[in-house]
């Protein structure tokens, strides 16, 4: 069945360092999601990427979805302590036709930002 | 609206014994699902519903049970609890189902201990 993989799985820095975050699945997406959770709370969708190649910028982050549609990164620059938590993505399962019924995420990338 | 609410926010439990962690949305989501949160395990699918009355299994569906008899509720069942469920659960919603764009609305979980 589909899989998508995240790496690495905790990431250290220190405050104001870059941080990188990629997500890879073992077949092509329709669009990807990605997702971060504070440390005790819960999942807030950041954004959605759909075509092959695109990037989106919010302030700091920057995501890529790949061009052959099966990857993906999300890149923070000059992190900041607010950064903090565990970042998803997430990709659909197609379930035939034109149906999706289920999202299946990355085990996710669990940052931690040093003052 | 409030969003997505879930109850209760802890519980233990004995092995055996069953409950029924409740999920509510006041968004007229069309589908509605429940994930298990475990460390380096990621966000894992349970159970999903795609409207009113139809229910699927997600990737770990052993050991629970749902319904979804209104729109707005999708109660999750546990039929007699064993230590192995020891885990975060989160309930989530989104717009529509069927369709490949799915932002995920997640509420704020509940912390289960089976001893």
């Known amino acids: 069945g589909q899989q998508v993989m995240q790496i690495p799985q905790y990431q250290h820095v220190q405050e104001g360092e870059d941080f990188t975050t990629y997500c890879n699945s073992s077949t092509t997406l329709s669009n990807i999601q990605w997702y971060k959770q504070r440390p005790g709370g819960h999942p807030v969708f950041l954004i959605q990427?759909?075509?092959?190649?695109e990037v989106k910028k919010q302030k700091r982050l920057t995501f890529q979805f790949g061009e052959a549609k099966k990857n993906s990164s999300l890149h923070i620059t000059a992190t900041q302590t607010t950064d903090v938590g565990t970042y998803f993505c997430?990709?659909?399962?197609?379930?035939?036709?034109?149906?999706?019924?289920?999202?299946?995420f990355g085990q996710g990338t669990i940052l931690t930002v040093h003052p | 609206n409030a969003g997505v609410t879930q109850t209760p926010k802890f519980q233990v439990l004995k092995t055996g014994q069953s409950m029924t962690l409740q999920c509510a949305q006041d968004?007229?989501?069309?589908?509605m699902s429940w994930y298990r949160q475990d460390p380096g395990m990621g966000l894992r699918l349970i159970h999903y519903s795609v409207g009113a009355g139809i229910t699927d299994q997600g990737e770990v569906p052993n050991g629970y049970n749902v319904s979804r008899s209104t729109t707005e509720d999708f109660p999750l069942r546990l039929l007699s609890a064993a230590p192995s469920q020891t885990s975060v659960y989160f309930c989530?919603?989104?717009?529509?189902?069927?369709?490949?764009?799915?932002?995920?609305?997640f509420g704020p979980g509940t912390r289960l201990t089976v001893l």
């Open positions: 990427l759909v075509k092959s190649g």
């Open positions: 997430a990709g659909p399962r197609y379930a035939g036709g034109t149906s999706y019924g289920k999202l299946t």
């Open positions: 968004m007229n989501h069309e589908y």
């Open positions: 989530a919603s989104s717009p529509r189902a069927g369709v490949s764009y799915n932002e995920q609305f």
